[in-house]
């Protein structure tokens, strides 16, 4: 109802409020308002993230709050010029709530049966060959200055891709402390899981709604954001 009536809400999944960018806006605005989707922690997030505040560093949940109002502030930054103007407000109407309704749940599962069944059957064949620490080394050093130099953490990662939810699963099959986290390590962990790359059905709707060079260089820029705050707060972790 609010979407048919003009707001734009971030807080659920990524890719259905990607879907849900009308075409009322320009594609300088959609990218905008996609950049700025992609660093609001999605639903899938909340879990993961009460998760690693909760159990790994053990600190209160209250801390959630202050993680989201950070990332509100990163996507602001990247894309809050268009966030900010205020939208075309309307009349929600029946009809136009049961159409939002069709088309969005319609293109959601057209992403996620596409994006979520090759990925997750990818990775779960590399698990089971006892394959995936040993692709995930070869990005150990990538992840060493941000406190991550742990195969287990990268899969955690990888996982990720496929579906925010899974990185809790992922860690519980490692164990905690199978995971080699310093408490450096894991809040750096807790910062780039909390703005890295979005998973993939959401990278896919990003790519049917402005191409595949423009996911990819939006994907870049989360990674990138992700790692620099990452090695700020391990750095300065560290130094504390």
Known sequence: MFEDGGFMLGFGCTTVGVCAINGRVSCRETGGLVRFLTFIPCSAKLPVLIFLVTVVLGWSAFGVVFLYVLSIFIGLIFGGLYVVKLPRFKKPTLTGLVKIVFMNTLAFLKRI?????????????????????????????LFVPIGLGS?????????GLVAKEMIIGAVLSFGVAGLGLTTAGAVSFLVF????????????????????????????????????????????????
Request: some cysteine.
């Open 113 to 141: 049966s596409f994006g979520v069944v090759i990925a997750a059957t990818s990775l779960y064949t590399l698990q089971y060959f006892s394959l995936l620490l040993a692709v995930t080394r070869v990005l150990e050093p």
């Open 151 to 159: 195969a287990a953490v990268i899969a955690c990662l990888a996982f």
């Open 193 to 240: 899981v909390l703005l890295y790359t979005p998973c993939i059905p959401a990278l896919l709707a990003i790519r049917a709604k402005l191409g595949t060079f423009q996911a990819v260089k939006i994907a870049s820029l989360n990674f990138a954001v992700a790692y620099g705050a990452a090695f700020a707060v391990y750095t300065f972790a560290v130094v504390l």
